[in-house]
T-cell receptor
């Protein structure tokens, strides 16, 4: 029972490099989201998706792209990494209900940009 | 805009002490409220949730929370904490029918044995 799987767990990038953080869920959840966690700021929403082919921006979308070609996968792309993107990134998924439902989180990706 | 505010950023308690963590939210519509816990080095796990009905909800590991609509609050409580409760606690509000969550800043709880 894998749940939400994120890869890699750790990554160091140089300023200007690009990379993709992978997220996959096996629960057939319609909703998926990406958050970044920074000390004293809680979790902030980067992008989210309500279904395959549909994505939208969250609170802090600049510098990140997403796509949702399948229900299972929701990759997050850093276009040109900056030190301000040093953070812990969490992917979450939840099923589509009449109201908000419980989100299941991945183990996180700790990203350092030097 | 919706927001969630957690009053305490860092709480230190001795084992067996009682715990109350404050959470206030601003949102004009129907709310779904959550408390998540993050143990050191781990991902977020759901402690409890409120959707409707009885405003006093019970969660895992002896935690409970009370939804007070008039005060826009959803405070987390535990009568007697244990060393294993050392973690970071996040209050969150569900935002409509999109799967989005708005989180508070988090409260770090340190329980001394």
């Amino acid at each position: 029972n894998a749940g939400v799987t994120q890869t890699p767990k750790f990554q160091v990038l140089k300023t200007g490099q690009s990379m993709t953080l992978q997220c996959a869920q096996d629960m057939n959840h319609e909703y998926m989201s990406w958050y970044r966690q920074d000390p004293g700021m809680g979790l902030r929403l980067i992008h989210y998706s309500v279904g395959a082919g549909i994505t939208d921006q969250g609170e802090v979308p600049n510098g990140y792209n997403v796509s949702r070609s399948t229900t299972e996968d929701f990759p997050l792309r850093l276009l040109s990494a900056a030190p301000s993107q040093t953070s812990v990134y969490f992917c979450a998924s939840s099923y589509k209900g009449a109201l908000s439902t419980e989100a299941f989180f991945g183990q996180g990706t700790r990203l350092t940009v030097v | 805009a919706q927001s969630v505010s957690q009053h305490n950023h860092h709480v230190i308690l001795s084992e067996a002490a009682s715990l109350e963590l404050g959470c206030n939210y601003s949102y004009g519509g129907t709310v779904n409220l959550f408390w998540y816990v993050q143990y050191p080095g781990q991902h977020l796990q759901l402690l409890l949730k409120y959707f409707s009905g009885d405003p006093l909800v019970k969660g895992i590991k002896g935690f409970e929370a009370e939804f007070i609509k008039s005060k826009f609050s959803f405070n987390l409580r535990k009568p007697s904490v244990q060393w294993s409760d050392t973690a970071e606690y996040f209050c969150a509000v569900g935002s409509g029918n999109t799967g989005k969550l708005i989180f508070g800043q988090g409260t770090t709880l340190q329980v001394k044995p």
